[in-house]
């Protein structure tokens, strides 16, 4: 039972600050939700903060791609379906929280950090395993994942924008063909 307290707590917690930021999250709309009360909450979390800060963590952290082979195919496929129409409208839960939160609270850009180091290393680990199989061509995979990162954000920002799926789509399948197709920029010397 505390289980499930804990986790409920955590995935509405998300769905709150995902919708509405942090600073717009209620804490009451998430205790109402999660059929939970404070002093319930406060069993798990000392405090709104310490709530908010543990859901974003476990709930990005499973956003990573799989290290499946097929990687591409599996990283894509994952991709067009692990996002709703209305997450696509709600804009890229990560860049929402570090446009709103990384320059006023330290906790908050410690953690976003953190995440944005681990989500890239784990992306960078899914490309260079993706070229060792012959699935893309040998490329700089640190740079095919500053370029993957900028365009999946720029998805969900015009999505965000038309509240459309159309923009995401779109921007998933030109991300797509540079992955297969990637050869880094040649600055000349």
């Known amino acids: 039972m505390e289980k499930d307290t804990r986790e409920r707590?955590?995935?509405i917690a998300f769905d709150e600050i995902h919708t509405y930021g942090y600073q717009g999250a209620s804490l009451t709309n998430i205790l109402k939700r999660a059929k939970v009360n404070k002093g319930s909450m406060y069993y798990y979390f000392p405090s709104k903060k310490a709530l908010a800060l543990a859901a974003i963590e476990e709930t990005l952290l499973q956003l990573g791609p799989r290290a499946q082979a097929p990687y591409i195919q599996n990283l894509f496929s994952d991709l067009r379906t692990l996002f709703s129409l209305k997450d696509v409208q709600r804009g890229e839960p990560f860049a929402g929280l570090v446009q709103e939160?990384?320059?006023?609270?330290?906790d908050f850009r410690a953690l976003l950090q953190r995440l944005y180091v681990f989500v890239h290393q784990q992306w960078q680990h899914v490309f260079d395993l993706a070229v060792e199989a012959g699935e893309i061509p040998p490329t700089n995979t640190a740079w095919l994942t500053k370029v993957v990162f900028a365009l999946f954000e720029g998805a969900f920002l015009g999505s965000k924008a038309t509240q459309t799926a159309t923009?995401?789509?779109e921007m998933i399948d030109a991300i797509e063909h540079i992955v297969y197709h990637c050869t880094p920029p040649q600055r000349p010397q």
């Open 101 to 106: 939160m990384s320059y006023i609270d330290e």
């Open 167 to 169: 923009p995401f789509n």
């Open 9 to 11: 707590l955590i995935e």
